[in-house]
């Protein structure tokens, strides 16, 4: 009859997958079930660091259980039988064989600190695409009641899990990772905001005192390029103090090229004159998508980068914060556009050089001396 493989089974040494890091853990196990004494010069893991739930089992098992003697251990197999028992409580399909593998596959135990330094890099790097690929599911959950803030705060933990790998791997300057194509992002459905764009246009254009008021909103905020365009066209006459109507703003929209990819005029006279509402909530409206829009890329692109095995976990660092700045910046504008900007942290007095005693007594001495 044959054999059905045990759910915890699908991990070991039968049907191992081929990715380095499953030998890189096998190695350094084998290493520690050889020497348990070379433990102490393990740091960096733990058993989640490892990449199948037998060898995280295994190793929490090494690390708890107390070393044997080496004289002992060189004698018998009794503190392995123990690693086994205790192993077997979290992954039931470990095996004597499977560690007597682990053992004959260690090329040198000595090696157990780099082998470990392996590990650790391998797992910053699944951690990472772990924290992006959630900060994107975030982006497109169309239950959460504040979407801002909560992919905001998805923001914050990929970026602390950046920093930790920083503290663990600092970066090396002018190390960039290689370029990823990005995932594509999901199709999103654009009628409400090319609606509420061409709202804020009109609006705009009723209105031009106000645009002043939405100097946070850039034309890339904008999801067409011919309602970027108009809005460019409408912030510049505003700069200028010229006239604002649907008029003068097909006239600015000329000048600049804006008709020339086939835009109708008359099409363009006609969105410029439906204003409704206020600039500022169709600006706040615009902002937001561009912000969840920028979350989203930052995520697909450090997912990206984080699932190219052959980026070091330096680049990664480098590359997930220069995403993450892009983030930063459509925050900060955020920040302002809805008055949550917040209260900056006292910066540290400047530290100064110590210079010459100023005191009486001091003064009194260089008198004395210069008159000897």
């Excluded at 239950?143 to 933990?157: G, K, N, R, W, Y």
């Excluded at 850039?218 to 006459?237: G, K, M």
């Amino acid at each position: 009859m044959p054999h059905t493989p045990e759910p915890d089974e699908d991990d070991l040494d039968a049907i191992a997958p081929p990715q380095p890091v499953f030998h890189v853990e096998q190695a350094l196990l084998g290493a520690l079930l050889l020497d348990p004494h070379r433990l102490g010069d393990v740091t960096g893991i733990a058993a989640d660091s490892f990449s199948t739930a037998a060898h995280a089992a295994l190793f929490a098992a090494i690390s708890t259980l107390p070393p044997p003697n080496p004289a002992e251990h060189a004698k018998n197999t009794k503190w392995l039988d123990r690693v086994l028992a205790k192993g077997r409580g979290q992954a039931r399909g470990l095996t004597a064989s499977y560690l007597h593998t682990l053992v004959q596959v260690c090329p040198w135990p000595r090696h157990a600190p780099a082998y470990a330094r392996m590990v650790e890099a391998e797992h910053a790097r699944r951690r990472l695409q772990t924290a992006a690929e959630r900060l994107v599911q975030t982006v497109h959950d169309a239950s959460l009641p504040h979407p801002i803030q909560t992919v905001l705060a998805e923001a914050d933990a990929l970026a602390a899990v950046v920093d930790d790998i920083a503290s663990r791997f600092p970066p090396r300057a002018g190390v960039l990772p290689r370029t990823p194509e990005t995932p594509p992002a999901i199709a999103p459905d654009r009628t409400d905001a090319v609606e509420e764009e061409q709202l804020l246009l009109a609006t705009a254009t009723a209105h031009p005192a106000d645009i002043d008021s939405i100097r946070w909103l850039l034309p890339d905020d904008l999801t067409l390029p011919l309602h970027a365009s108009l809005w460019q066209c409408l912030t510049t006459l505003a700069r200028r103090r010229e006239p604002v109507d649907p008029v003068t703003v097909l006239w600015e929209a000329q000048q600049r090229g804006v008709l020339d990819d086939g835009n109708n005029p008359g099409e363009v006279l006609r969105l410029l004159a439906e204003p409704a509402g206020s600039v500022e909530h169709w600006g706040e409206r615009a902002l937001q998508r561009s912000l969840l829009a920028t979350a989203d890329h930052t995520g697909r692109r450090i997912e990206a980068y984080a699932g190219d095995p052959a980026n070091t976990p330096f680049q990664l660092v480098v590359g997930a914060r220069r995403s993450l700045a892009d983030i930063g910046a459509v925050r900060t504008r955020w920040q302002h556009a809805t008055g949550t900007v917040p209260p900056q942290r006292p910066r540290p007095a400047p530290t100064t050089r110590a210079g010459p005693p100023t005191t009486t007594a001091a003064h009194t001495a260089r008198a004395a001396r210069a008159t000897r």
